[in-house]
């Protein structure tokens, strides 16, 4: 019983980290995209569109090798 509780608690403080710090990131994230669409009017959008283009723009150098 005992090594149950130890295994649940060990998991549950595992977890917890795990939480904080993907909540953390995000909110960080959520900030970044915030203020970058105040100060700059770039939108998630914009951002996503750019990250496409630069994935293919990677992908086409690798193929150009």
Do not use: C, E, H, R
Not at 8 to 19: G, H, N, P, Q, S
Not at 38 to 51: A, K, N, V
């Amino acid at each position: 019983m005992i090594a149950t509780l130890i295994v649940a608690w060990m998991v549950f403080i595992i977890f917890w980290k795990l939480l904080k710090a993907t909540v953390s990131n995000a909110l960080t994230l959520a900030a970044i995209l915030i203020l970058l669409n105040i100060s700059f009017g770039i939108t998630p959008q914009d951002i996503w569109q750019y990250i496409t283009q630069f994935a293919q723009n990677l992908s086409q150098i690798q193929i150009g090798k």
